[in-house]
């Protein structure tokens, strides 16, 4: 049983993510490949706000959001307002790079690769978040706000000036709009939910290193809403399901050890040629993603 | 009548080739002026130079008085400046009515916190904002094609979707640039007929263009643009039909 919630939990984690993602990469086409490190600094954030300075979860959550769009959405709101397509998308590795170089060498405050044990659990009104069934919950809560947040958003005015955004900055500006303020806009809100995600996972793992935050991830989630799609809920819901649930689905796959997990970057890489191939907007999505 | 836009000695050169040379010109509003000229004569440089996209070296460029010739484009297109580009440009995957509701100007709608604290005004603005796009599309006889993808549009139909933004954007000075071009006649009676009735109500017109017929047909005086200086060719000063 805990391993099912187990894996409800990840996968929470992983549509708050998607999710997250699919509103600067989808909706606003800043194609980038840097939501681990947003996702990392969100972790280490709220455990270093957590473990060093005694807060509870939700003060230290509030504060690591304000913290990581003071450095990451304002440092990728800058590159995005002078890099365009490829070259933006270029500089979103380089700050992945940056993050990941940052959090294993900068030993003094993150411990670097012996990483951060012991991260309390959340806590709320007397309630300690502790069992997997409990966590699930606030995890369950915190997916729910996520969903219902972008399913409100998408149908906003300011959404529908993100997706302008997206498809003619020019445009934009002929009309009086200032393409760089929307772009500061999406990649905040993405932010704050990679934030929230980077949360739930410290505290949910009770430990943290760089290795959980590296370019793969990154690419893994880009790869959740490539194969998903975009523009919608469906889209990076669906494919969240699909790339946590199918590593478990192969599991059950009487397959040697030392094979599995190649068959299983295999297995992803060819879903991922397929629908790259054959359905460019994803399962789901709305619309193409742009490099 | 107080000129709308008043350029003064505007001049901008690249490598040895002037583009524009001293270029000076007043327009009254209300009125259409037309400039031709063969490729290169420097008619889309001075359009970047009066929309904001480059800068001239010399000169001013004065907009209902002000003086706007450092301003940027948005500026400009904040004060009622609009530019209609020779290719057409629109949001192709955003539907035709919310190209054009995005060029309005619902502004509390810009900013996250007010759909909490400004629900009402935006909704408000929302449904002023979706009165006028419906008299624009009524009026440019897109109203079917509402719910399409932008891109799902011809070639005219997207140069309509674009004026008609500009217009949401309430631009009072349009910069056409070739507005006749790669459309078919029906298109292009169309946006002769949307050009005629726009500018008796009030809105002025600086229009670049290679038919010359269309332009002496269209406009009340006529410049051609030759190595970047702008000739008076004649003032037509006629009612257009």
Known sequence: MNYIIHILIILQIYIILALSLNLKTGFTGLLSLCQAAFYGTGAYLTTLLMVDKGLNFFTALFLAILINIALNAAITTWLAGRLRNLYFTLATIALQIVFFGVVYNWQSLTRGPFGIPGIPKPELAGIVFNTPLQFFFLALFFTSVTIVFFYWFAKTPLCKLLECTRDDEVWLTVLGKRPAYFKFVSISITVVFATVAGALYATYMSYIDPTSFTLDESILILTIILVGGTGNIIGPVSGALIYVLLPEALRFVNMPDSISANARMIIYAMILILIVRFKPNGLFGKFEIRG | ?241
Request: glycine share 8%; charged share 20%.
């Open chain 2, 1 to 241: 009548m107080e000129a709308i836009l008043n350029i003064q000695n505007l001049y901008k050169h690249y490598e040895g080739i002037v583009a524009v040379d001293n270029v000076n010109l007043t327009i009254i509003p209300g009125t259409l002026t037309g400039i031709f000229g063969d490729n290169g004569a420097g008619k889309t440089t001075l359009f970047n130079l009066l929309s904001g996209f480059e800068n001239p070296e010399n000169g001013s460029v004065f907009f209902e008085g002000k003086n706007i010739t450092k301003k940027s484009v948005i500026y400009r297109a904040r004060h009622g400046m609009g530019r209609l580009f020779q290719i057409p440009r629109i949001f192709p995957d955003v539907t035709v009515l919310d190209n054009l509701l995005a060029a309005g100007n619902n502004h509390e709608a810009k900013y996250l916190h007010n759909y909490l604290l400004k629900h009402s005004a935006i909704k408000k603005n929302k449904i002023a904002d979706l009165e006028k796009a419906k008299n624009i599309l009524d009026q440019f006889h897109l109203t079917e094609k509402a719910g399409l993808k932008a891109y799902e549009l011809s070639v005219g139909e997207k140069r309509l979707l674009s004026l008609g933004s500009l217009l949401m954007n309430e631009a009072k000075l349009l910069l056409l640039d070739e507005p006749f071009a790669g459309i078919n006649e029906v298109a292009a009676k169309q946006i002769k007929s949307i050009l005629i009735s726009l500018k008796s109500s009030g809105t002025t017109f600086l229009m670049i263009e290679h038919d010359k017929a269309k332009l002496f047909e269209l406009a009340d005086s006529v410049y051609e643009m030759k190595q970047g200086k702008l000739l008076n060719t004649t003032n037509t000063h006629h009612a257009n039909h």
